[in-house]
């Protein structure tokens, strides 16, 4: 390999060029599999960065790509086999795999060499996985000649690409299914113009062997599925449309002052009785600057108990006078419901009377049994921190509930979005939540047909309830003033419903009217122009529907509901069954959901289909602008969501259990940091075509200020994530050490280093190992001469085991060289009393020295694999289906591709898209 000095000598000193131009040789040495250990150390000399850089440099995927498709029948090269390569495996390989000793049920000497047609391709593709990654031989076993390796090498890769064209030639694979539960409501969501998730309540989408929920071999429909999806269908068009005059608003507004009025009325009568009138030992802005006195005064009264994840109890405070009183908002009760009125009310000027609300409290707003079921309720609160200096800003949530009696009750958040109050206390501001009604479930059972206030009756009242969502001592929120008001529409009749009931000269023809709104909406639905037989029949269904409806809209809407429910509308791309017979290019409807699927997980929008109607979204320069366009959308926001928590497999992130007592700074805020980190590091590195290499290490960290504090990184304020530059004391870049990943991989209490090394390999390398055999045994912890044990030592037991060998060989030293971080990915040196080894050995015989030393062999060493792997996994993702043999051409054309053209993240997408795997479709294998 040849590099241009000139490039290096303006970045580098003379000794780190020098070493750099080492470090690549042997970078070199490892892509052929041939580099000693102590060669390998050189590495050690570089940053990671500039590991990444000579890693790079030594890609062979940067080559030209090989075997492109000819117009010629590729054919097997069984004379170079004969000739060259079954000498090679004869002397090396015939001795562990060959007629005398079949070592993993393995005989070289007795597989297909006709990987084109024959039926051993799995185990050609096991023999060259092994030789390429310096897995075999191995130690103890005759060396491979270095010549003979490459030349191995080169031969497989050659005939591997040729067999995989050959069978995607003769085989396509479907992907033919219907749309995930997700899919699916983001389809409806952007069809209606719907805000809430109707499909919650539908059953979870099963997730396929290789961690996929949109995999065709998982997602057909059953009737009943059908049955259900209407009713989903019919619920969704109800939501979004109206009937007669416009609805009245309803205001409940109510401020501090009037809300704590008789708390300081009893306080100052008694007060008085006694004798001693209570005299304010604040001024005003020094309450603003602490609370401390006020709370102490309450939790002496309640004897409320106080600690760093929960505040006292609510309180009142009179910021000219220094009196609190415990916050009881909804006074006695029900009967007591502050009473809406008609009109909107009169924001009254800040007050010296504020409610203070301590974290993890709530405080209680009574609105009686008059809230509406549709439209939306809008909640503001007049609002700021206690402090011009708490860090972080505190968030507030929002709550609904109601209590018919002791047995009969609901409490659940309501709000998506935690509202994070930043606002100073001498300047408060609103701030607002717009919640749905129609998502607002379950409601009061008796809010209709019981009187509010009826004695002996249940309770029909309903309440909102604001919750101090933060954690620690200094997160107390300060209000002065609530106003909630149902049900608001910005516009009569919603756009919602005038998007379906378009304006039209027909509109006093109904069926004329009918059949206009009907095809139009098909044609988005369906994602394709439809026929006028297709319309024939849908309107037949609105003409035996519409005497039994009580109007016009609703003989609409069972119509829809029936479009919404055909295949048409669930399943993707091909159109029907019959057109998935035989490989062939998805025309430009079908090209434009792939798209849409893909990058928004819905349905096309307008510009979509009418390039498509144009036959003209296939153009290249259209397909490119198209693609950047859609990445520009929020929509795209979803693609990376569902992308990253599936190719990470962060499931286990939702139920792993960290041990409170073991870890007393996890909180719900963590947590959430936690989930949104690698998701976070997605977007910023698609929206920037940051190198996919910078996921394996970065000097960069996207975090917001809860995962800085967690990560001792200073500097970052907000709770809004955020490109934070990092040193290399950090320990910290790309996803392997990051918070979330580390504590999924975990026990929650402990490392797990077995889910880390196999995390790594899945995930990362795309590389699974087996199953495990049956009966195998777990390490026994009950075993005292175990315990004493450190957990390299444990593994290191469990595998001398001879059934687990074969697999915790590949496994193990992965995971161990994650020991230095403890189950919430913090740094260690000890666990138990004990030094960590997080060293460990690769099979290869390289020295791993902690989780520095997996980044600096991944980037050295396995660049390529990772390429590949995740070219793979966002292909799999892409299509909705597993890959096969017959996509291995596509993959490793679309991973060349990518490191050619500095393997960006959005250039990723982009040839993607422009691929033939994307752009073909085929009959199942």
Same mark, same amino acid.
């Given at each position: 390999m040849k590099i241009r000095l000139s490039i290096f000598r303006t970045m580098m000193s003379p000794s780190t060029l020098v070493a750099f131009l080492l470090v690549v040789s042997v970078v070199n040495s490892l892509s052929a599999g041939r580099a000693k250990a102590e060669e390998f150390a050189t590495t050690e000399r570089l940053s990671l960065e500039e590991v990444k850089l000579a890693g790079t440099q030594a890609s062979s995927l940067r080559k030209p790509i090989p075997n492109e498709v000819t117009f010629e029948t590729p054919q097997a090269d069984l004379e170079a086999f004969r000739a060259e390569i079954e000498p090679a495996f004869r002397d090396a390989c015939y001795g562990c795999h060959g007629p005398e000793i079949a070592e993993a049920d393995i005989r070289i000497d007795t597989l297909d060499p006709d990987i084109l047609h024959g039926d051993d391709v799995s185990w050609w593709l096991e023999v060259s996985s092994a030789v390429s990654n310096g897995e075999m031989p191995p130690e103890d076993a005759p060396d491979l000649a270095d010549e003979d390796r490459k030349m191995i090498i080169e031969w497989l890769s050659s005939e591997l690409q040729k067999a995989?064209?050959?069978?995607?030639?003769?085989?396509g694979r479907s992907s033919f299914r219907r749309m995930t539960r997700y899919e699916y409501n983001y389809a409806l969501q952007d069809l209606l113009g719907l805000k809430l998730d109707i499909t919650k309540d539908l059953p979870p989408d099963p997730i396929s062997p290789d961690g996929f929920m949109n995999s065709s071999d998982m997602l057909q429909m059953t009737g009943k599925q059908y049955a259900e999806y209407l009713e989903v269908n019919r619920s969704a068009l109800n939501h979004v449309t109206v009937s007669g005059e416009r609805p009245g608003v309803l205001y409940w507004g109510v401020s501090a002052e009037q809300a704590s009025a008789s708390q300081f009325t009893e306080l100052e009568t008694t007060n008085q009785r006694a004798g001693r009138q209570r005299q304010g030992t604040q001024s005003r802005s020094g309450q603003r600057n602490d609370q401390r006195?006020?709370?102490?005064?309450?939790?002496?009264?309640?004897?409320?108990?106080?600690?760093?994840?929960?505040?006292?109890?609510?309180?009142?405070?009179?910021?000219?006078?220094?009196?609190?009183?415990?916050?009881?908002?909804?006074?006695?009760?029900?009967?007591?419901?502050?009473?809406?009125?008609?009109?909107?009310?009169?924001?009254?000027?800040?007050?010296?009377?504020?409610?203070?609300?301590?974290?993890?409290?709530?405080?209680?707003?009574?609105?009686?049994?008059?809230?509406?079921?549709?439209?939306?309720?809008?909640?503001?609160?007049?609002?700021?921190?206690?402090?011009?200096?708490?860090?972080?800003?505190?968030?507030?949530?929002?709550?609904?509930?109601?209590?018919?009696?002791k047995d009969q009750r609901s409490l659940f958040r309501i709000s998506k979005r935690d509202l994070v109050v930043d606002a100073s206390p001498d300047e408060p501001v609103f701030y607002q939540w717009d919640i749905p009604l129609s998502e607002v479930i379950p409601r009061n059972p008796v809010r209709k047909t019981v009187e509010l206030g009826a004695i002996g009756e249940t309770n029909p009242s309903e309440f909102i309830r604001l919750f101090n969502a933060s954690t620690g001592p200094s997160s107390d929120i300060q209000f002065d003033y609530v106003e909630v008001s149902a049900p608001v529409y910005d516009k009569w009749p919603p756009e919602t419903h005038s998007a379906i009931f378009i304006e039209s000269e027909n509109s006093d023809d109904e069926g004329i009217y009918a059949r206009e709104i009907v095809s139009r909406f098909m044609r988005r639905a369906w994602r394709r122009e439809v026929t006028e037989s297709e319309i024939d029949l849908q309107m037949k269904l609105f003409d035996r529907v519409r005497p039994i409806c009580s109007d016009f809209e609703q003989a609409v809407v069972e119509t829809l509901a029936a479009v919404l429910s055909s295949p048409r509308f669930l399943y993707l791309v091909p159109s029907d069954r019959s057109s998935a017979e035989a490989s062939r290019t998805v025309n430009d409807f079908e090209l434009a959901t792939r798209l849409s699927i893909f990058l928004w997980c819905s349905t096309p929008d307008d510009e979509l289909l009418d390039l498509a109607a144009e036959g003209a979204l296939r153009r290249p320069d259209n397909l490119v602008r198209q693609t950047h366009r859609m990445l520009a959308d929020p929509r795209h926001e979803r693609f990376t969501k569902h992308f990253v928590q599936q190719w990470l497999n962060m499931a286990p992130l939702e139920f792993v259990r960290i041990d409170r007592r073991a870890y007393p700074q996890f909180d719900e805020v963590l947590k959430d940091?936690?989930?949104?980190?690698?998701?976070?590091?997605?977007?910023?590195?698609?929206?920037?075509?940051?190198?996919?290499?910078?996921?394996?290490?970065?000097?960069?960290?996207?975090?917001?200020?809860? +995962?800085?504090?967690? *990560? =001792?990184? &200073? #500097? @970052?304020? $907000?709770?809004?994530?955020?490109?934070?530059?990092?040193?290399?004391?950090?320990?910290?870049?790309?996803?392997?050490?990051?918070?979330?990943?580390?504590?999924?991989?975990?026990?929650?209490?402990?490392?797990?280093?077995?889910?880390?090394?196999?995390?790594?390999?899945?995930?990362?390398?795309?590389?699974?190992?087996?199953?495990?055999?049956?009966?195998?045994?777990?390490?026994?912890?009950?075993?005292?001469?175990?315990?004493?044990?450190?957990?390299?030592?444990?593994?290191?037991?469990?595998?001398?085991?001879?059934?687990?060998?074969?697999?915790?060989?590949?496994?193990?030293?992965?995971?161990?060289?994650?020991?230095?971080?403890?189950?919430?990915?913090?740094?260690?040196?000890?666990?138990?009393?004990?030094?960590?080894?997080?060293?460990?050995? +690769?099979?290869?015989? *390289? =020295?791993? &020295? #902690? @989780?520095? $030393?997996?980044?600096?062999?991944?980037?050295?060493?396995?660049?390529?694999?990772?390429?590949?792997?995740?070219?793979?996994?966002?292909?799999?993702?892409?299509?909705?289906?597993?890959?096969?043999?017959?996509?291995?051409?596509?993959?490793?054309?679309?991973?060349?591709?990518?490191?050619?053209n500095g393997d960006g993240l959005q250039t990723l997408v982009r040839l993607i898209v422009e691929s033939n795997v994307f752009q073909r479709t085929g009959a199942p294998e």
């Open positions: 995989s064209q050959v069978r995607r030639s003769e085989h006195a006020g709370q102490e005064r309450v939790q002496r009264r309640g004897g409320s108990e106080n600690n760093t994840a929960r505040g006292g109890p609510a309180y009142y405070m009179n910021t000219q006078t220094g009196q609190t009183v415990p916050a009881t908002w909804s006074y006695a009760g029900a009967v007591h419901a502050w009473a809406p009125t008609t009109s909107s009310p009169e924001v009254p000027d800040p007050s010296d009377f504020i409610a203070v609300l301590p974290s993890r409290q709530r405080l209680v707003v009574e609105l009686g049994n008059r809230l509406p079921d549709k439209g939306t309720m809008r909640v503001r609160v007049r609002a700021s921190r206690t402090s011009a200096g708490q860090t972080p800003a505190p968030k507030l949530a929002l709550e609904f509930g109601w209590q018919g009696d940091a936690m989930q949104q980190e690698p998701i976070a590091l997605f977007e910023e590195m698609l929206q920037s075509d940051s190198s996919v290499m910078d996921f394996i290490h970065a000097d960069y960290a996207v975090i917001n200020e809860r +995962l800085a504090q967690h *990560y =001792e990184i &200073e #500097g @970052v304020r $907000g709770n809004e994530f955020q490109k934070v530059s990092l040193e290399p004391k950090d320990s910290r870049g790309g996803l392997l050490t990051q918070v979330g990943l580390m504590a999924m991989n975990s026990d929650g209490k402990d490392s797990h280093p077995l889910k880390r090394g196999m995390w790594l390999l899945e995930s990362i390398l795309n590389d699974p190992p087996p199953p495990p055999p049956p009966a195998v045994p777990e390490i026994d912890l009950a075993d005292p001469e175990i315990m004493k044990m450190t957990p390299k030592q444990q593994m290191e037991d469990h595998r001398n085991q001879a059934a687990c060998m074969s697999c915790h060989v590949k496994i193990d030293p992965w995971g161990i060289a994650f020991e230095n971080l403890d189950a919430l990915g913090i740094w260690r040196t000890q666990s138990s009393g004990k030094d960590i080894d997080a060293s460990s050995l +690769l099979y290869n015989e *390289y =020295e791993l &020295e #902690g @989780v520095d $030393g997996v980044k600096r062999f991944l980037l050295a060493n396995r660049q390529d694999q990772f390429a590949r792997a995740i070219v793979h996994k966002m292909t799999t993702f892409a299509l909705g289906r597993p890959l096969t043999f017959g996509d291995r051409a596509d993959v490793e054309r679309i991973a060349a591709q990518l490191r050619q």
